[in-house]
């Protein structure tokens, strides 16, 4: 469980990065130096030994396109080559006790189920435009 949600955060910090980097508003160094810290821990390079392929695969093939993965790749080679990954926290699986005053699981679960359909009707709606991303989908 919670190797999913580190890979989820991870590609989510990617992708900040990546339109970062595509605007302008991440410049080499800053970009260099927040790939550094993510590939100093397990969850970023295990993320990227993943999602490389599917990066790449991805790529518009424009300069500004190159150019990030270059840097990323040369980012997680100088972090693979200073040592092993500092290792993820481990987490602690919470209490089976109800907290006080939480709403009933059924409850919860019929709000989680209109959430997701809210979602899923209105991603169905979105149209893609030139340039969009393709979708990372990544085990």
Same mark, same amino acid.
């Given at each position: @469980?919670?190797?999913?949600?580190?890979?989820? &955060?991870?590609?989510?910090?990617?992708?900040?990065?990546?339109?970062?980097?595509?605007? =302008?508003?991440?410049?080499?160094?800053?970009?260099? #130096? @927040?790939?550094?810290?993510?590939?100093?821990?397990?969850?970023?390079?295990? &993320?990227?030994?993943?999602?490389?392929?599917?990066?790449?695969?991805?790529?518009? =093939?424009?300069?500004?396109?190159?150019?990030?993965?270059?840097?990323?790749?040369?980012?997680?080679?100088?972090?693979?080559?200073? =040592?092993? *990954?500092?290792?993820?926290?481990?987490?602690?699986? *919470?209490?089976?006790? *109800?907290?006080?005053?939480?709403? *009933?699981?059924?409850?919860?679960?019929?709000?989680?189920?209109? =959430?997701?359909?809210?979602?899923?009707?209105?991603?169905?709606?979105?149209? $893609?435009?030139?340039? #969009?991303?393709? $979708?990372?989908?990544?085990?």
């Amino acid at each position: @469980m919670h190797e999913h949600k580190r890979h989820v &955060y991870a590609d989510l910090m990617m992708n900040h990065a990546w339109m970062g980097f595509e605007i =302008g508003t991440n410049q080499k160094p800053l970009l260099r #130096d @927040m790939l550094s810290g993510m590939f100093t821990g397990e969850a970023a390079r295990g &993320y990227w030994n993943r999602a490389r392929i599917s990066w790449t695969a991805c790529s518009s =093939g424009s300069r500004a396109d190159r150019r990030f993965m270059a840097i990323v790749g040369e980012e997680h080679t100088r972090a693979v080559t200073a =040592g092993p *990954p500092t290792p993820s926290a481990v987490v602690p699986r *919470p209490p089976d006790v *109800p907290v006080a005053g939480a709403a *009933p699981a059924w409850r919860m679960s019929v709000g989680a189920l209109i =959430g997701l359909d809210s979602g899923l009707a209105l991603g169905s709606l979105r149209v $893609r435009l030139p340039g #969009d991303r393709c $979708r990372r989908a990544v085990p």
